[in-house]
């Protein structure tokens, strides 16, 4: 089974920055395009940042422009660099390897972003 350890959550004031990581079990992180997703209380989890295989990136609307994905293979880590943090932007975060449908692996325990005054 593949593992995933998402790490780097915290509180935050609107404005701040956090960067989370995802670290893979295994060494095949290079296979997959990655992805961070992330789940508020009462909504579904959503999409909000991915990066191909190839290292192309694409963000939801939400995020664009403050947000930046990037991996090291080598590592087998995938990180998110959250700038500009707004109170919607509190979530569980997580990552995964997206699909057409879904994800290829099991949800890890994700990391708690809270942006608050």
């Known amino acids: 089974q593949v593992q995933l350890v998402e790490s780097g959550g915290g509180l935050v004031q609107p404005g701040g920055s956090l960067r989370l990581s995802c670290t893979v079990s295994?060494?095949?992180?290079?296979?997959?395009?990655m992805g961070w997703y992330r789940q508020a209380p009462g909504k579904q989890r959503e999409l909000v940042a991915r990066i191909t295989r190839g290292g192309s990136t694409n963000y939801a609307d939400s995020v664009k422009g403050r947000f930046t994905i990037s991996r090291d293979n080598a590592k087998n880590t995938v990180s998110l660099q959250m700038n500009s943090l707004k109170p919607e932007d509190t979530a569980v975060y997580y990552c995964?390897?997206?699909?057409?449908?879904?994800?290829?692996?099991?949800w890890g325990q994700g990391t708690q972003v809270t942006v608050s005054s």
């Open positions: 295994r060494s095949i992180i290079s296979i997959y395009d």
């Open positions: 995964n390897a997206p699909t057409t449908t879904g994800v290829f692996h099991s």
